[in-house]
C-alpha cells in the first residue's frame, strides 16, 4: 500500500505528515529542521508529495475582468494583476472567480488571486527534484485550512472569518463563496488565544467592515482554546482518528489529507508540471519497454526450447535414415524367401480346394435311376483338374421320353459344383450317350 506525505514549511522547521493513500490512516508526524529536510528525503519511501507554503510569502488580492469564458479567465486576470502590480517579480498564481458586480453600469467579474514568487517555489520544490520526488500539489495555509469549512449554503453565501491558531503566529482568513480574499499573520505568545490575539482578531474585523467594506458573518476559531467573543468553535471537517496534539499541530496537514484532489490551488510552476508529465510519460515508456522486453526474452527462451526439441527429432530421424539400408535388405531377404515358398503354398491350396473323385462318383447313382443305365465310367486327374467320361443307354420307350431323361442327365451334371461338360452325344436310335465333364481347378 502506497505512502503519501504533506510537507509544510515553516520559517525555520518543515512539518511532514505521512498517511496510507488507502483508509487515510495517518502512518506518522514529525517535524524536522530545514536543513535536515534533505537527507529525510533520501530515506523516506512515499511515492507523493503535497507541500502547503508559509502563506507569508503569497500576496492575496482582488481583480475585476469583464465576464468572459471560464478557460480565459486565468490569462485575463494575469495580465491585469501584471498591469496592477509591474515591480512584482516572476510568480505563479492561481485564479478563483468569485461573483459577478455591476459597475458604473457595466458587470465585472471578482477574480480572488494568490501569487507566490517563483524564486520561492524554486526554492521549496529544489530538494524534491534533487532526491527524484514527485509533487502533486502546492497550496497556501489559508487555502489548505479552508478545506475544512462545509459548503453549505449559510457559509458559502456569505463571508465568514476565520482563525488559525499556529502557536506562535496566528492565521485570521477571510473567506468569501470558497474563496480567500484577504489573510492576514500576527505574532502570538504562545498556543491558545490569550487578549492579544483576541484583540488582533477584532482589529483584523474592523479592516474588514472600513476598508474592505465586507461584514463577515461570523468569526470561527477553527483549533485552540479558550475561546472568547468574537470566536466561535468549529468542528473541523476531519474525518481521521488522531489526537488532540494532533489536530493541533497538523491540522492543515490533515485538511489535504481528507480533501485529496478536492483543492482547486496548485501553485506549481508550468514548467515543473510540464517536467513532471515528461518525467512521468518516459516512465511508463520504460516500463512498456520492459514489459516488452521480459515478453521477448520469454518468447526467446521459448523458441529456444522449440528448437532444442525439433533438432533433438531431427537426430532421431537420422539415426532412422542410417537404419533404413539394413531394413530394406531384411525386407528382400524375405521377399526371396516369400517368393520361393508362394508356389508350393498355391499348388496345395490349390490341391485342397479341387474336387474329389469321391464327390464325383458318388452322383453316379442317381443318375443310375429313372430308366438310366451307366455302361462305362472313365475318370482321369491330371494336375489339379478331373475328366469325367459317362456312357450309358436310357430304356425309354420312345424317342420323345428318351430324349426328356437325357436332358435331365445334363442338367443334374450341370448342377455339380467346379464342374463342367465339356461335350455330350446322344444315339436316338440305339439311345445311347456319352457324355465328357471336366473341372476347373
Known amino acids: 500500500m502506497s505512502l503519501h506525505s504533506i510537507v509544510r514549511f515553516d520559517s525555520e522547521t518543515v512539518q511532514v505528515l505521512t498517511f496510507r493513500h488507502k483508509g487515510a490512516a495517518v502512518q506518522s508526524a514529525i517535524t524536522i529542521s530545514i536543513g535536515d529536510f534533505g537527507n529525510f528525503l533520501a530515506a523516506d519511501r512515499s511515492t507523493d508529495y503535497q507541500i502547503i507554503v508559509d502563506a507569508t510569502e503569497a500576496q492575496y488580492d482582488i481583480i475585476t475582468i469583464p465576464p468572459v469564458e471560464p478557460k480565459l479567465v486565468t490569462r485575463i486576470a494575469q495580465i491585469e494583476f501584471r498591469r496592477l502590480y509591474p515591480e512584482y517579480p516572476p510568480f505563479t498564481a492561481s485564479y478563483r472567480p468569485i461573483d459577478e458586480v455591476t459597475q458604473d453600469g457595466k458587470t465585472l467579474r471578482r477574480v480572488a488571486c494568490c501569487m507566490v514568487s517563483k524564486e520561492y517555489l524554486d526554492y521549496i520544490l529544489e530538494p524534491f527534484i534533487r532526491h527524484n520526488k514527485s509533487v502533486s500539489l502546492i497550496s497556501t495555509l489559508p487555502t489548505a485550512l479552508a478545506q475544512l469549512v462545509d459548503t453549505t449554503p449559510e457559509t458559502h453565501d456569505r463571508p465568514h472569518l476565520y482563525a488559525y491558531d499556529g502557536n506562535h503566529q496566528k492565521c485570521i482568513f477571510l473567506l468569501e463563496k470558497g474563496c480567500v480574499t484577504m ?9 491558545g488565544w490569550g487578549e492579544a490575539d483576541i484583540l488582533n482578531v477584532n482589529m483584523t474585523l474592523d479592516y474588514c467592515f472600513q476598508t ?36 493541533q499541530e497538523y491540522l492543515p496537514h490533515l485538511a489535504v489529507m481528507t ?30 519497454f520492459s514489459i516488452g522486453a521480459l515478453a521477448a526474452s520469454l ?71 429313372k430308366s438310366v443305365r451307366v455302361n462305362s465310367l472313365k475318370t482321369d486327374k491330371t494336375g489339379g483338374a478331373i475328366t469325367l467320361i459317362l456312357s450309358g443307354t436310357i430304356t425309354e420307350n420312345t424317342f420323345a421320353a428318351a430324349q426328356s431323361r437325357f436332358e435331365e442327365i445334363l442338367q443334374s451334371l450341370s448342377k455339380l459344383q467346379g464342374f463342367t461338360i465339356s461335350s455330350q452325344q446322344f444315339e436316338q436310335l440305339s439311345k445311347t450317350f456319352t457324355i465328357e465333364t471336366k473341372s476347373t481347378p
Open 183 to 191: 489573510v492576514r499573520f500576527v505574532p502570538s505568545a504562545g498556543a
Open 299 to 369: 518468447l526467446g527462451i521459448f523458441f529456444l526450447f522449440s528448437i532444442l526439441s525439433l533438432q533433438s527429432e531431427i537426430d532421431s530421424s537420422r539415426q532412422r535414415e542410417h537404419a533404413i539400408p539394413a531394413l530394406l535388405s531384411s525386407y528382400n531377404a524375405l521377399q526371396q524367401e516369400r517368393n520361393l515358398v508362394e508356389p508350393n503354398i498355391t499348388t496345395m491350396n490349390r490341391l485342397q480346394s479341387g474336387q474329389t473323385l469321391p464327390e464325383l462318383l458318388a452322383v453316379i447313382p442317381e443318375l443310375s435311376q
Open 259 to 288: 480533501s485529496a484532489g478536492m483543492s482547486k490551488e496548485d501553485l506549481r510552476p508550468q514548467n515543473y508540471i510540464t517536467a513532471l508529465k515528461y518525467q512521468n510519460l518516459l516512465r511508463g515508456a520504460v516500463w512498456v
Open 212 to 247: 474592505l467594506r465586507v461584514k463577515p458573518a461570523k468569526t470561527i476559531a477553527l483549533n485552540g482554546a479558550p475561546l472568547q467573543p468574537p470566536l466561535t468553535p468549529l468542528t473541523p471537517k476531519c474525518n481521521v482518528a488522531a489526537s488532540d496534539d494532533l489536530h
